[in-house]
């Protein structure tokens, strides 16, 4: 199971709405670009990661790697809670079209990674690996933080920061916030593509 895990319910009680993404700048990459769909096909805009290869290289190279692979193209946001966080890429039971009442709970073909912690703060936009509650069980699954979420700094690996598409993110469509964030018609990522070198 790589449900992102042990997110007190009390932190969710009360969101915190971000209102911008200030002081983000684009690094070195690569980036990963998510074009993003409703659930009935229609196109809703671009988002853009910039992954931090210096601070989880062997995630970032995980990430890179299904996403050229076109492992991630298809998969749905399945799990949105409004004002924490969006979280997408069970490229296993994840895929838009078919039977995604299991997504969440899947991964990849490859083995799962040991944890890289390192000492970005999880913010409005930063980007995460899902994961069980075993440390070193992330995969293939992330998440990207709709506001502030510190609470989950130096628990799961930041992987990258949301650098452009905020409006994008912040409409991915939430879910039920009584079934632990699951969406019932979810968003998906249409085509995931890297680019390499970043700014």
Sequence with gaps: MRKLAL???LLLATP???????GVTDGP???M????AGADGTAKGTITLDLLADKAPKHVERLVALANEGKYDG?????VIDGFMAQTGDVQHGKQGGDTKMAGMGGSDLPDLTA????VSFQAGTVGMARSQDPNSANSQFFIDLAPATFLDGQYTVVGQLVDGWDVLNAITKGDGNANGAVATPDYMAKVTIVEGGA
Excluded: K
Aim: proline share 12%; glycine share 8%.
């Design 33 to 36: 670009v998510i074009e993003v």
């Design 29 to 31: 990459g690569p980036n």
């Design 75 to 79: 998969v749905v946001f399945h799990r």
């Design 116 to 119: 890289e912690f390192n000492d």
């Design 7 to 9: 997110i007190p319910a």
């Design 16 to 22: 915190v709405l971000a209102e911008g993404l200030p």
